[in-house]
T-cell receptor, first 118, second 110 residues
Framework: DAGVTQSPTHLIKTRGQQVTLRCSPK?????VSWYQQALGQGPQFIFQ???????QRGNFPDRFSGHQFPNYSSELNVNALLLGDSALYLC?????????????????FGAGSRLTVL | DQQVKQNSPSLSVQEGRISILNCDYT??????FLWYKKYPAEGPTFLIS?????DKNEDGRFTVFLNKSAKHLSLHIVPSQPGDSAVYFC?????????FGAGTRLTVKP
């Protein structure tokens, strides 16, 4: 049973460019959340998608946008990249309506996509 | 705003001894607290959680303690094993909002 898969694993962009990161959730999960983890910090919540709509958003500018497809996979798009966008971007999946804190139903994270902006 | 803080960036313990990782929070509305473990090149994996209505939860070698009056929780690992060496993140949850601490790197020496 595949867990959460993310692509690409690493990428390098220059300031002003745009990037798209992809995520396939764990089998059976229907909700995808995206996190940004800067160096030396914990993951910061960007937004969450369920039923192809953004359900909740953290404190990130509109340059960060996303999409969820009918198969529950998701994309994170970042426009007009800044040096400060360099980070590990983590995707996490879960199943809505379940107890998120009883072992198997908590957030399941992918290994992340490491973005470097030069 | 740092609503969840892990003030120790690193901790080193001897194999077989107890590891104690600490976490402080500022928002009294958090419902649940969780600990995640992260190995290099992998995503964080869930370790243990505790509801805000409890003060202790135990799972094998791992025990989480919650002190709501002090807004403090801790993770105890007994006995510590070299395979426990990883970065540990404390997380707190309220509604749909999950906040993470910056992590503590635990090194267990053989």
């Amino acid at each position: 049973d595949a867990g959460v898969t993310q692509s690409p694993t690493h990428l390098i962009k220059t300031r002003g460019q745009q990037v798209t990161l992809r995520c396939s959730p764990k089998s059976g999960h229907d909700t995808v959340s995206w996190y940004q983890q800067a160096l030396g910090q914990g993951p910061q919540f960007i937004f969450q998608y369920y039923e192809e709509e953004e359900r909740q958003r953290g404190n990130f500018p509109d340059r960060f946008s996303g999409h969820q497809f009918p198969n529950y996979s998701s994309e994170l798009n970042v426009n007009a990249l800044l040096l400060g966008d360099s980070a590990l971007y983590l995707c996490a999946s879960s199943l809505v309506g379940t107890d998120h804190f009883s072992g198997a139903n908590v957030l399941t994270f992918g290994a992340g996509s490491r973005l470097t902006v030069l | 705003d740092q609503q969840v803080k892990q003030n120790s960036p690193s901790l080193s313990v001897q194999e077989g001894r107890i590891s104690i990782l600490n976490c402080d929070y500022t928002n009294s509305m958090f419902d649940y607290f969780l600990w995640y473990k992260k190995y290099p090149a992998e995503g964080p994996t869930f370790l243990i959680s505790i509801s805000s209505i409890k003060d202790k939860n135990e799972d094998g070698r791992f025990t989480v303690f919650l002190n709501k009056s002090a807004k403090h929780l801790s993770l105890h690992i007994v006995p510590s094993q070299p395979g426990d060496s990883a970065v540990y993140f404390c997380a707190a949850f309220s509604g749909n909002d999950m906040r993470f601490g910056a992590g503590t790197r635990l090194t267990v020496k053989p």
